[in-house]
């Protein structure tokens, strides 16, 4: 069973820099093919997409936000650390991860986690 | 960007009825396209992929059909489960995945 969790702080400051830890079991980066990505969903609006990492190190980030964002990997934790820098209220959201569905290069997202509540306030 | 357009917005129909979602691409994205089900307070779970490949342990009554820039998800006869949000996404330009709206379907 593939399971995929979310952690990280609840509440950040403006400007501050937002790390999230997705923590998952049921397969390994050790296995090629392997991916897993990061979208969030503002309160009642639509899912967009933010970064993914794949088990050879290829990283891919949505444009509009590549300067804010950096993804790594832990192999040997099993985890996936998606980095956000200079936090505004727009990105008060729900952050999931979740894993890249298929082959490599599906760029298709199940399962997911539980996804974790980040609001952005001072 | 591929900007995706879901419609209608909501959508109210009755047990056993059939669901008709459409979501059309700005651009042409081949065959890459998903279909997810949000329920409330939980996380989106994949449907349909390639337009019209199901996802492991999808009921039947999931269809996706199209391809280029007019897709569409049908749901052949309602359960009162499948009240949720629908979303659409592309892969097609891998640089951006992108997500539409969201078409709400309410059972009555």
């Known amino acids: 069973q593939i399971t995929l969790k979310e952690s990280g702080p609840t509440l950040v400051k403006p400007t501050q820099t937002l790390m999230l830890t997705c923590t998952f079991s049921?397969?390994?980066?050790?296995?090629?093919?392997?991916?897993v990505g990061w979208i969030r969903q503002p309160p009642g609006k639509a899912l967009e997409w933010l970064a993914l990492?794949?088990?050879?190190?290829?990283?891919r980030y949505r444009p509009s936000l590549k300067r804010r964002l950096t993804i790594t990997k832990d192999t040997s934790k099993n985890q996936v650390v998606l980095t956000m820098t200079n936090m505004g209220p727009v990105d008060t959201a729900t952050y999931y991860c979740?894993?890249?569905?298929?082959?490599?290069?599906?760029?298709?997202?199940?399962?997911w986690g539980q996804g974790i509540l980040v609001t952005v306030s001072s | 960007e591929i900007v995706l357009t879901q419609s209608p917005a909501t959508l109210s129909l009755s047990p056993g009825e059939r669901a008709t979602l459409s979501c059309r691409a700005s651009?042409?994205?081949?065959?890459?396209l998903a279909w997810y089900q949000q329920k409330p307070g939980q996380a989106p779970r994949l449907l349909i992929y390639?337009?019209?490949k199901r996802a492991t342990d999808i009921p039947a009554r999931f269809s996706g059909s199209g391809s280029g820039t007019d897709f569409t998800l049908t749901i052949s006869s309602l359960e009162p489960e499948d009240s949720a949000v629908y979303y659409c996404?592309?892969?097609?330009?891998?640089?951006?995945?992108?997500f539409g709206q969201g078409t709400r379907v309410e059972i009555k």
């Open positions: 651009q042409s994205v081949s065959d890459y």
């Open positions: 996404q592309q892969r097609s330009n891998w640089q951006v995945i992108t």
């Open positions: 390639d337009a019209s």
């Open positions: 990492i794949y088990w050879n190190n290829d990283k």
């Open positions: 979740a894993q890249d569905y298929g082959d490599y290069g599906n760029n298709w997202f199940d399962p």
């Open positions: 049921g397969f390994s980066f050790t296995t090629s093919g392997v991916g």
